[in-house]
């Protein structure tokens, strides 16, 4: 059930901080510029579930209202009108909202302000009139009546309309103690066919700087819809979780003398993001989707349709040039094209285009408008990735999800189904009131849970453990988890040991004594550490702590290095970019902790790919691929019982889908926030699948001391897993000192400069891993990171394979592959 906090639970504290069907709009003429493999058709009929954040739910408690009356002595209505819309303001300070049949839609009505003083002061009425604005342009304006308590506050609201859009305008004064981030704006929507939706929207930029481009926050929408038409609401930003059924949270800005709230309410049918443009009035917007979800295909050689609509913001009507391509992993291009039209003031265009689908893979796609020096373009990604029988079960498969599945979009069901074809068996975190999918539903779905739960009160009273104990222990009991994960990263700062000896006292013995008096099965693993802390992991066996774990815990964060960069823990240094955030130097340090303290099961509980854009720190998309499926192969070659990816999609919670190009946290996912895949998903579901029931066997020993390779045992065959250092382990090495900006090349750039041609032993046959019981005679299977493949043919026992960067897998060498070299 949705749970919104009521206007009289603001406080200062805390403020502050799928789509429709459509068609072209009206007006618009287009003209086809043909090209090869361009399929086009008119965007009708089109339908994808939209968002719902913050819970939001809004019942049509106005349907109901009757009409205005106007007493001898009121003052008349005001109206004002253009294309598509027009406001009524009526004696007692409502606005009515008018579609361009005349149909009443929406009704504004009160407006509340808050103040440190005299707190919440909600309007009661008001006095319309009409004015001009500075353009000359007609207005309504509304003098707003606030009850004496209001103490002199004073409530102005101006609306004026442009086609399409309705600009709405709250100035508030009369006090020095205004709180704005918590004024609100009443609205009744009259007969919706649908709940209320909250939507984020984004931009795409293009830096001057270079590199690839990158969405940002354009503002939200509120949606109302009904059967032929929807009306948005526009602002800069809100808290969803603030707006109910009679109020929609708009935060004001510090003005002279006061604040101003703004938003605009848009009519049409049109999506949410071409509502964005038109309420912003910028001249020119994209929005990209399939019909898809996650944009993700079963099969290669299917129509893959891409929608596009494209909106005019401004108030004339463009003459519009809206242009597409899309291109594979490698960079070809599979189709392009363009067309022409005019587009009204306030109206929308729609076009679909069609690429047919490879085999398995990645389709990178834009699509661009321009008219005059005015651009706007999107972007998404479009995947095929065949469904997979995985045969490991849930309990013995290394390979989860960190955090929690918590975006549940399009919906729950769809959701699971990503996750089960992407191999992922282990959620590390699920209880029931929880954020994600709760333990029954993942248990359905045969996805093992664990939990993790923070908040030990450090140094706190004796009482204050005990609640936080027999609180949390209770719900990983209920929860039914695996493992009880004790808390996040408790070991900061870094290397200094701080708080081992408090977290063993305060969180790991109130818990283990807990489940032991409880007889529970539930097993404990230490709060995973942020990089391997090997200081503070020693306090903490001093203090007593490695016998109350059954498994040890850390999360292996990466800089710009390779996964199998391995420097010593006594050459690592420290700070932001310090070598200490490697990953196969941190896992075999915990695997010689283990080795010196005693048996333990070793857990990443988070394990990273960070895309964060042109960020020399952090991985390019296709770096990211390339290194989640070598984290992968790394992590079962050194023993790890599980690997929890963090994250599967790009966000953060309690900002669903709100664009943050700056926030690295943000871009961990697996999965873009518009839901479609980065070729890091393809990549994990790669390493899922060739390492489903795998055994590592040894690494090889090659005589170049540059190429690398690991050899795994599978049902399917000998696995080989080769790679090169030639180019060494420093990626981005070529990045400004002098900036943090980074001009990243776009996904399809293979940048590794050296290639190697090396000749290896292959065996007679090979059978096909992601199609088990097909077997391949004489010849050898290559595999790239987003499980693209390509047959070699051996000549006399052996082939050859060309290696960079890049780690390729390999079916069909023999079990001594470098026998060849």
Request: charged content about 20%; hydrophobic content about 40%.
């Amino acid at each position: 059930m949705s749970t919104h906090r009521t206007p009289d639970e603001h406080t200062p504290e805390h403020a502050g901080d799928h789509a429709v069907d459509h068609q072209a709009g009206a007006g618009v003429e287009a003209r086809i510029e043909d090209r090869p493999g361009d399929h086009r058709g008119a965007g009708t009929g089109l339908h994808r579930r939209g968002f719902l954040a913050g819970a939001v739910a809004v019942g049509a408690v106005g349907a109901t209202l009757s009409g205005t009356a106007f007493a001898a002595g009121q003052a008349a209505p005001v109206t004002v009108s253009a294309p598509g819309i027009s406001l009524t303001a009526g004696a007692d300070g409502y606005v009515s909202v008018r579609d361009g049949a005349g149909v009443e839609r929406v009704r504004l009505t009160r407006f509340m302000a808050k103040d440190t003083v005299v707190g919440i002061q909600q309007s009661t009425g008001g006095t319309p009139s009409s004015i001009t604005l500075a353009d000359g342009r007609p207005a309504i304006q509304v003098e707003y009546t606030l009850p004496a308590a209001a103490n002199g506050i004073t409530v102005r609201g101006i609306f004026d309309v442009t086609p399409h859009r309705a600009h709405l305008r709250w100035e508030v004064g009369g006090s020095t103690t205004l709180t704005p981030a918590g004024f609100m704006f009443g609205r009744t929507v009259l007969a919706p066919t649908a709940p209320e939706a909250f939507v984020a929207l984004t931009t795409w930029n293009r830096d001057a700087g270079g590199g690839i481009p990158y969405e940002s926050n354009a503002g939200v929408v509120y949606r109302e819809t009904w059967a032929d038409t929807n009306a948005y609401f526009r602002l800069a930003g809100t808290t969803p979780a603030w707006t109910n059924a009679t109020w929609i949270h708009a935060p004001g800005t510090a003005s002279t003398g006061g604040a101003v709230t703004e938003a605009d309410l848009v009519l049409g049918s049109m999506r949410p993001a071409a509502a964005g443009t038109t309420g912003a009035g910028r001249p020119l917007g994209v929005e990209v989707w399939t019909d898809r979800p996650f944009s993700l295909w079963d099969q290669g050689g299917v129509p893959m349709p891409l929608h596009a609509e494209v909106a005019n913001g401004g108030n004339t009507e463009r003459a519009v040039r809206l242009s597409w391509w899309a291109r594979d992993f490698d960079g070809r291009v599979l189709g392009s094209g363009a067309v022409t039209g005019t587009i009204a003031a306030g109206a929308t265009w729609a076009q679909t285009f069609t690429v047919t689908s490879p085999a398995q893979g990645i389709v990178f796609t834009e699509v661009s408008a321009t008219s005059g020096t005015d651009e706007a373009f999107a972007r998404t990604n479009l995947a095929v990735l065949p469904p997979f029988t995985y045969r490991a079960s849930a309990a013995d498969s290394m390979f989860g999800i960190a955090n929690y599945p918590w975006l549940l979009q399009p919906d729950t069901p769809a959701v699971l189904e990503l996750m089960q074809r992407l191999g992922i068996r282990r959620v590390r975190i699920s209880y029931d009131g929880g954020p994600g999918l709760p333990p029954a539903t993942l248990d359905a779905a045969g996805i093992a849970h664990n939990i993790e739960l923070a908040g030990i009160p450090l140094g706190g009273t004796t009482a204050q453990v005990a609640a936080w104990a027999d609180t949390n222990t209770a719900k990983a009991i209920g929860a039914g988890a695996d493992w009880f994960e004790v808390a996040n990263e408790i070991n900061k700062p870094w290397m200094s040991g701080q708080t081992a000896s408090a977290y063993v006292r305060d969180g790991l013995h109130p818990v283990r004594d807990r489940l032991t008096a409880a007889g529970a099965q539930t097993r404990v693993l230490n709060a995973g550490l942020a990089g391997m802390d090997h200081v503070w992991t020693k306090n903490f066996r001093d203090a007593g702590g490695w016998s109350l774990i059954d498994g040890f815990a850390f999360h292996p964060g990466r800089g710009n290095f390779t996964p199998d960069y391995a420097p010593a823990p006594a050459d690592w240094t420290m700070g932001d970019h310090g070598t200490y955030w490697n990953f196969l130097g941190g896992l075999r340090k915990a695997r010689e902790v283990i080795a010196e303290y005693g048996p333990k099961e070793l857990w990443l509980t988070e394990a990273y790919a960070c895309t964060k854009p042109n960020s020399w720190w952090h991985d390019t998309y296709r770096h990211a691929a390339e290194n989640v499926l070598l984290t992968l192969a790394l992590a079962k070659a050194e023993g790890v019982r599980c690997v929890n990816w963090y994250q599967l999609h790009d966000s953060v919670l309690g900002k669903p889908q709100l664009a943050d190009p700056v926030n690295s946290e943000y871009h961990y996912g697996l999965m873009h926030r518009d839901l479609g895949a980065k070729p890091s998903a393809l990549a994990y579901a790669t390493a899922a699948r060739v390492l489903d029931r795998a055994v590592f066997v040894r690494r090889f020993t090659l005589a170049d001391p540059d190429l690398h390779g690991l050899l795994f045992s599978s049902p399917e065959g000998p696995i080989s897993i080769l790679w090169s250092r030639k180019d060494g382990y420093v990626l981005n090495p070529d990045h400004p000192t002098d900036s943090g900006w980074f001009a990243a090349p776009e996904p399809w750039v293979d940048g590794w400069r050296t290639k190697t041609t090396v000749t290896v032993a292959a065996g007679a046959t090979t059978a096909t891993a992601a199609r088990p019981g097909r077997h391949a005679s004489a010849t050898v299977r290559e595999v790239d990171c987003i499980g693209r493949e390509r047959l070699l043919t051996p000549v006399r026992g052996r082939v050859s394979v060309r290696l960079d960067g890049a780690p390729r897998i390999y079916y069909g060498l023999t079990d001594t592959p470098e026998a060849g070299c």
